[in-house]
């Protein structure tokens, strides 16, 4: 596992824009308006709030709406300013919100769940509403009659979900750990196929419809790649945080990649080097190195007089081995481990000083991270923490 050795912060960093404050509670999801100087925030204080920049250089609220019960999530579309916001309760509200933003419209409300909405996401290319609820159910709706297209029943609540236009596939993520890509038709879906690497949660999803890559993000602190276009199977895995993994944007014109974690850190990911799948580790009753019983190989133990030793994994081949034969610790950078792990002595003395070279960056947002959003366009971040405060940065320095 990690130890506790954590990469130093870099000297080109984000900067903090603007603090955004005032909620009674924590913000379930926020978005940057694009070409405007303005954020839309979802609460679980049950507001609903749009916040414009004044001449003070301070934001404040042109909109401020409450609600019946508490926000859980939304989807904002900018070409229609369509704003669609989960709630507590299950159902999914629509607003109309004016040009100059000082206005906001009911437009409609969706029962779509018997529980907390998880997730929705407007697609506009389809005109359809996809969300996710703790219910076990992914739906989607047609957002110009209103009407329920279809549904899919998960083994467990989903956290995390995306779509190709492109292909109408779904990646949806849940609280077992596994991604299952569902193919939507107008009224019916199949199962594409399903896989697993997390064993946490699924925290988190990006689609990258270039590269044709997924990026999952999870409880247990890593992330996955998913090569989905290579249709060769390859899994690349990513360890750089010790927390939940919040939220995942990839900035395709730079090739790198932004992670946000409870743990309050901001990392990139140069995505644009010759990446390594981890190996899979290996099973056996002995050391792969000196051939040292492990503590229930009962037989070799009495055979050769010897006290089972306990078993470890060599971080990067993959090989069973004691303790004595992984002592030494380093980072393979390559393969996602950004932190020192442990690998055997032979692996060890074949990592050179290149290889050790980092591939990330790590910034600290000096609060724990519960939601964030990239905003292309200019190149802006927002995080919201635990401490209700959304924060705004200029990400320029770190993703270009």
């Known amino acids: 596992m990690a130890t506790e050795n954590q990469p130093q912060p870099q000297a080109r960093k984000p900067c903090l824009l603007s603090k955004i404050e005032a909620f009674q509670d ?98 506009l290319e389809m005109e359809w509403l996809l969300s996710t609820g703790q219910d076990k159910n992914f739906t989607w709706h047609c957002s110009e009659s209103g009407q329920q297209l279809g549904t899919y029943h998960t083994a467990a609540w989903v956290s995390g ?29 199949s199962l594409v196929t399903t896989f697993k690497g997390h064993t946490g949660n699924v925290t988190a999803l990006c689609w990258d419809p270039v590269q044709r890559v997924l990026f999952s993000g999870s409880s247990d602190h890593s992330i996955i790649m998913w090569d989905i276009g290579g249709r060769k199977g390859t899994a690349i895995e990513l360890q750089g945080h010790n927390d939940t993994i919040q939220g995942l944007c990839y900035a395709s014109h730079t090739r790198q990649l932004i992670s946000c974690s409870s743990d309050g850190g901001i990392v990139i990911w140069n995505m644009d080097v010759m990446r390594q799948e981890t190996p899979e580790w290996l099973d056996s009753d002995s050391c792969q190195r000196c051939e040292q019983p ?50 055997c002595d032979s692996c060890h003395e074949s990592i050179t000083d290149e290889d050790r070279a980092p591939t990330a960056t790590f910034h600290d947002s000096k609060h724990d991270i519960f939601y964030m959003h990239y905003e292309p366009t200019t190149g802006n971040l927002l995080t919201s923490g635990t401490d209700k405060v959304i924060k705004l940065w200029d990400m320029t320095p770190v993703v270009s």
């Not at 993520?173 to 107008?186: A, C, N, P």
Request: positive net charge; glycine residues 6%; aromatic residues 10%.
């Open 294 to 343: 492990f503590f229930w190989n009962f037989k070799q133990m009495w055979d050769s007089k010897k006290i089972g030793l306990r078993q470890h994994h060599c971080r990067k081949c993959g090989q069973a081995v004691c303790g004595k034969c992984s002592s030494r610790r380093s980072t393979i950078p390559l393969m996602g481990f950004e932190f020192e792990v442990r690998v």
């Open 26 to 123: 924590v913000v379930s999801a926020a978005v940057i308006i694009p070409k405007e100087d303005g954020v839309i925030t979802v609460s679980e204080d049950r507001t609903i709030r749009v916040w414009l920049k004044r001449d003070s250089g301070q934001y404040w609220p042109s909109v401020y709406h409450t609600v019946s019960s508490q926000c859980s999530c939304m989807s904002f579309n900018p070409e229609t300013r369509k704003l669609s916001v989960g709630m507590d309760t299950g159902s999914i509200c629509e607003f109309i919100l004016s040009e100059d933003y000082n206005k906001m419209t009911p437009a409609r409300t969706y029962q779509a769940h018997q529980a907390r909405v998880m997730v929705v996401l407007f697609v």
């Open 161 to 189: 979900l995306q779509f190709d236009v492109e292909t109408r596939h779904a990646f949806v993520g849940d609280q077992s750990g596994q991604v299952t890509i569902l193919k939507l038709e107008q009224d019916s879906c």
